[in-house]
């Protein structure tokens, strides 16, 4: 499988945060997941891998195409002065980024003198499909209909490659769910690809083939999402019990005034070593093998890494 | 960069209603004072406001970090501003010949003159001006790029009154060292007819290339 998106050891400095040596690739035809808590450096990844922020150290690639780490005469991080291969990626920020006083009519016209690849009709689809019209300007839409008009602009040209840097955050859960299936069938032929950073888990859980998990600059995993959310569980059980749960199996752990949650990342590892019975063996204490959602994974995993950045 | 052009001009499309009322206020007033140096000088500054506007705009909704996920370098988003720049000052240029012709040949028609053809408009004044407001354009663009619009419109703001206390100041020192209007004028006419034109070009250009540079050095530092 070709990788539509690889990163290898991005390292990027500033005075307070540094991005840390991350690496991950992403498959052609898929819908990666990008989450972290709010400054973990989803966006200096993003910006990095886009060639708009210098980085320190690090290899990317984006769709066959190499990132330059210092920028060049002409101010662009790629290696190659052909700027054409940017018309196979749409992106959408978190705001829209268009001046408020422009009417919707007039951004086609723009953006055909931007983009070579740029199809009227599928614009003027999108934008009906979406109930957006076309006299009103941009600072008399809802955030929803601004976003999708981000959304819009960013699959009306030749994009095969779509990165969503928090699209989502700040909308309601009916807008969001019409955005999701616009990415699903986007990616439907497998040449596609989406790349859907957020810190709404839920948006991730419905659509991501693959998760990729950002903490203080650091990536923790990257997982297949079907694995994660059946492999791994959540054990919750009285403090002795947790005693008998393979140490190489266990990603955190949370003790309250109950007992003990432990986030465990194989399930069968768990059950073929016998946990059941003996964990009734030690305790009369009811427990229970749960679930996780990709949040329980992100809150657990967070906070083993702050522990282990803390010894 | 065509649609980076285009999308300035949309923007300001939205305004236009506004600035032309406001502009014909403007040449009102000149034809009733009958000078038109007045509504010239202030279509001169509209549109030196109008290009910061524009990159306020782009601040306001980070219309530049856009831009460079698209096929833009920092180049084209750099030249597209100048070219902005020209067209406004230019049209500007353009319409305040016409409404200075307007102000000063038209009234002297209507009210009866027969000399209306020997117009008191001074053109060659008209276009030394927009030479001028362009290089204030050229000093103003790389330190919106620099400091940032607001910072920049301030600083701008200084440089316009700068030149108005230097004209003025010059002009007062000039009358307290015994120097009349008449030897000013003896003084300004000894000059070659061609210097005329060649200082405020070459100042121009020279202030136009010299800021196009330093705009694209820092664009090409900055962490957008």
Same mark, same amino acid.
């Given at each position: 499988?070709?990788?539509?998106?690889?990163?290898?050891?991005?390292?990027?400095?500033?005075?307070?945060?540094?991005?840390?040596?991350?690496?991950?690739?992403?498959?052609?035809?898929?819908?990666?997941?990008?989450? #972290?808590?709010?400054?973990?450096?989803?966006?200096?990844?993003?910006?990095?891998?886009?060639?708009?922020?210098?980085?320190?150290?690090?290899?990317?690639?984006?769709?066959?195409?190499?990132?330059?780490?210092?920028?060049?005469?002409?101010?662009?991080?790629?290696?190659?002065?052909?700027?054409?291969?940017?018309?196979?990626?749409?992106?959408?920020?978190?705001?829209?980024?268009?001046?408020?006083?422009?009417?919707?009519?007039?951004?086609?016209?723009?953006?055909?003198?931007?983009? =070579?690849?740029?199809?009227?009709?599928?614009?003027?689809?999108?934008?009906?499909?979406?109930?957006?019209?076309?006299? &009103?300007?941009?600072?008399?839409?809802? &955030?929803?209909?601004?976003?999708?008009?981000?959304?819009?602009?960013?699959?009306?040209?030749?994009?095969?490659?779509?990165?969503?840097?928090?699209?989502?955050?700040?909308?309601?859960?009916?807008?969001?769910?019409?955005?999701?299936?616009?990415?699903?069938?986007?990616?439907?032929?497998?040449?596609?690809?989406?790349?859907?950073?957020?810190?709404?888990?839920?948006?991730?859980?419905?659509?991501?083939?693959?998760?990729?998990?950002?903490?203080?600059?650091?990536?923790?995993?990257?997982?297949?999402?079907?694995?994660?959310?059946?492999?791994?569980?959540?054990?919750?059980?009285?403090?002795?019990?947790?005693?008998?749960?393979?140490?190489?199996?266990?990603?955190?752990?949370?003790?309250?005034?109950?007992?003990?949650? @432990?986030?465990?990342?194989?399930?069968?590892?768990?059950?073929?070593?016998?946990?059941?019975? &003996?964990?009734? #063996?030690?305790?009369?204490?009811?427990?229970?093998?749960?679930?996780?959602?990709?949040?329980?994974?992100?809150?657990?995993? @967070?906070?083993?890494?702050?522990?282990?950045?803390?010894? | 960069?065509?649609?980076?052009?285009?999308?300035?001009?949309?923007?300001? =499309?939205?305004?236009?209603?506004?600035?032309?009322?406001?502009?014909?206020?403007?040449?009102?007033?000149? @034809?009733?004072?009958?000078?038109?140096?007045?509504?010239?000088?202030?279509?001169?500054?509209?549109?030196?406001?109008?290009?910061?506007?524009?990159?306020?705009?782009?601040?306001?909704?980070?219309?530049?970090?856009?831009?460079?996920?698209?096929?833009?370098?920092?180049?084209?988003?750099? &030249?597209?501003?100048?070219?902005?720049?020209?067209?406004?000052?230019?049209?500007?240029?353009?319409?305040?010949?016409?409404?200075?012709?307007?102000?000063?040949?038209?009234?002297?028609?209507?009210?009866? #003159?027969?000399?209306?053809?020997?117009?008191?408009?001074?053109?060659?004044?008209?276009?030394?001006?927009?030479?001028?407001?362009?290089?204030?354009?050229?000093?103003?663009?790389?330190?919106?790029?620099?400091?940032?619009?607001?910072?920049? =419109?301030?600083?701008?703001? $200084?440089?316009?009154? #700068?030149?108005? @206390?230097?004209?003025?100041?010059?002009?007062?020192?000039?009358?307290?060292?015994?120097?009349? $209007?008449?030897?000013?004028?003896?003084?300004?006419?000894?000059?070659?007819?061609?210097?005329?034109?060649?200082?405020?070009?070459?100042?121009?250009?020279?202030?136009?290339?010299?800021?196009?540079?330093?705009?694209?050095?820092?664009?090409?530092?900055?962490?957008?």
């Amino acid at each position: 499988m070709q990788n539509a998106v690889t990163v290898k050891n991005l390292t990027k400095r500033y005075e307070d945060f540094t991005l840390n040596d991350v690496s991950f690739q992403i498959p052609t035809g898929s819908v990666v997941g990008f989450v #972290g808590e709010n400054g973990a450096g989803k966006s200096t990844t993003i910006l990095a891998l886009l060639g708009i922020i210098p980085v320190d150290a690090g290899e990317m690639e984006l769709l066959g195409h190499r990132i330059r780490k210092k920028r060049n005469a002409s101010g662009r991080d790629d290696v190659s002065a052909d700027e054409s291969w940017r018309e196979q990626i749409g992106v959408v920020f978190d705001e829209c980024n268009f001046s408020t006083e422009l009417k919707l009519k007039f951004i086609s016209g723009i953006m055909k003198n931007i983009y =070579r690849t740029w199809d009227e009709n599928k614009f003027l689809d999108y934008l009906q499909r979406f109930e957006l019209p076309l006299n &009103k300007k941009v600072k008399e839409l809802s &955030k929803g209909m601004k976003m999708k008009l981000s959304i819009a602009v960013a699959l009306s040209h030749d994009s095969r490659l779509l990165i969503l840097d928090e699209a989502t955050s700040g909308l309601d859960p009916i807008i969001r769910s019409e955005i999701l299936d616009i990415f699903r069938g986007f990616i439907e032929d497998g040449e596609h690809t989406v790349f859907l950073s957020s810190h709404i888990t839920s948006d991730i859980e419905k659509i991501a083939d693959y998760v990729i998990l950002i903490h203080k600059g650091r990536l923790l995993f990257m997982e297949s999402k079907d694995e994660l959310l059946y492999r791994y569980g959540i054990v919750r059980c009285a403090r002795e019990q947790a005693e008998l749960i393979p140490r190489e199996i266990i990603v955190g752990r949370e003790v309250n005034g109950f007992g003990v949650s @432990v986030l465990i990342k194989d399930k069968d590892a768990l059950m073929a070593g016998g946990f059941m019975d &003996k964990a009734r #063996g030690v305790s009369e204490s009811p427990f229970a093998l749960d679930r996780v959602s990709i949040e329980d994974v992100l809150l657990y995993f @967070v906070k083993a890494a702050d522990e282990t950045q803390g010894k | 960069m065509k649609g980076l052009v285009l999308k300035d001009l949309y923007y300001l =499309r939205g305004f236009a209603r506004q600035y032309l009322l406001v502009f014909a206020f403007m040449a009102l007033w000149s @034809v009733l004072i009958k000078n038109a140096s007045f509504a010239v000088t202030y279509l001169l500054v509209m549109g030196n406001s109008l290009v910061l506007s524009t990159l306020s705009m782009d601040d306001a909704v980070s219309f530049n970090r856009f831009a460079l996920t698209m096929p833009v370098n920092m180049k084209m988003l750099v &030249k597209a501003k100048y070219v902005v720049m020209v067209l406004l000052e230019g049209g500007m240029l353009l319409t305040g010949l016409l409404t200075g012709f307007l102000v000063e040949v038209m009234p002297r028609r209507i009210n009866g #003159g027969s000399r209306w053809i020997y117009t008191s408009f001074e053109w060659e004044g008209t276009v030394v001006l927009f030479m001028l407001f362009m290089t204030v354009g050229s000093v103003s663009l790389p330190m919106v790029y620099k400091l940032g619009v607001e910072k920049a =419109r301030n600083i701008h703001m $200084m440089i316009l009154l #700068g030149l108005a @206390v230097l004209v003025f100041g010059g002009l007062k020192l000039a009358q307290m060292a015994g120097l009349s $209007m008449e030897n000013l004028n003896e003084i300004l006419e000894a000059i070659p007819e061609g210097m005329w034109a060649a200082i405020p070009v070459g100042v121009c250009m020279a202030a136009l290339m010299i800021s196009y540079g330093a705009s694209l050095r820092i664009v090409r530092n900055k962490e957008w």
